[in-house]
């Protein structure tokens, strides 16, 4: 008896995340943190320790490294030092820590190669996702990319992933 094998499907569009899934953000985001904490007379945390604070975005990444190393942020401040690490972090000075994980352009090629389009859905700011984008070289991959700042509500609302889509 023969069996009909199933023909694989191929998506039209892939979206993606970008902290922990594309690039690994550990070091420039805990450099960054501890560029803040520094001008707050905090001690430095260690980048294994940011990384296991980060996830929904920068405001909650400040949050938690305050906490850690002393008096939480006041509600009060929380704003301004929230600013204050984006302008850290996008600092043309600076140099950026953040790269692609093995093998990420070379699938991201491929995809591109089947002609799927592309997009990141991620809770990082809009400015400092495409300047982590146009510095890994991963900028050309991708159609469609909004931050949080740029999205109808954050993740993990599927607002934000349906955006890109739409985009």
Same mark, same amino acid.
């Given at each position: 008896?023969?069996?009909?094998?199933?023909?694989?499907?191929?998506?039209?569009? /892939?979206?993606?995340?970008?902290?922990?899934?594309?690039?690994?953000? %550990?070091?420039? &985001?805990?450099?960054? #943190?501890?560029? #803040?904490?520094? +001008? !707050?007379?905090?001690? !430095?945390?260690?980048?294994?320790?940011?990384?296991?604070?980060? $996830?929904?975005?920068?405001?909650?990444?400040?949050?938690?490294?305050?906490?850690?190393?002393? +008096?939480?942020?006041?509600?009060?401040?929380?704003? #301004? &030092?929230?600013?204050?690490? #984006?302008?850290?972090? /996008?600092?043309?000075?600076?140099? !950026? &820590?953040?790269?692609?994980?093995?093998?990420?352009?070379?699938?991201?090629? %491929?995809? @591109?190669?089947?002609? /799927?389009?592309? $997009?990141?859905?991620?809770?990082? @700011?809009?400015?400092?996702?495409?300047?982590?984008?146009?510095?890994?070289?991963?900028? +050309?991959?991708?159609?469609?990319? /909004?931050?949080?700042?740029?999205?109808? @509500?954050?993740?993990?609302?599927?607002? !934000?992933?349906?955006?890109?889509?739409?985009?």
């Amino acid at each position: 008896m023969l069996r009909k094998v199933a023909k694989p499907m191929r998506p039209d569009a /892939i979206v993606f995340d970008l902290d922990g899934t594309l690039i690994d953000s %550990a070091a420039d &985001l805990s450099n960054t #943190l501890n560029l #803040l904490l520094t +001008e !707050h007379n905090r001690p !430095h945390l260690s980048v294994e320790s940011v990384r296991g604070m980060i $996830g929904d975005g920068v405001g909650a990444l400040v949050r938690r490294g305050f906490a850690a190393t002393g +008096e939480p942020v006041a509600l009060t401040d929380h704003a #301004l &030092l929230t600013q204050r690490f #984006l302008e850290l972090y /996008i600092d043309p000075r600076r140099d !950026h &820590l953040a790269h692609p994980y093995p093998g990420v352009v070379e699938t991201l090629q %491929a995809f @591109a190669d089947l002609g /799927i389009a592309m $997009g990141v859905c991620t809770n990082k @700011a809009q400015v400092a996702t495409d300047l982590v984008l146009r510095d890994a070289g991963l900028s +050309e991959f991708f159609t469609a990319v /909004i931050g949080q700042d740029s999205a109808p @509500a954050p993740k993990p609302d599927p607002a !934000h992933v349906l955006a890109v889509c739409a985009a």
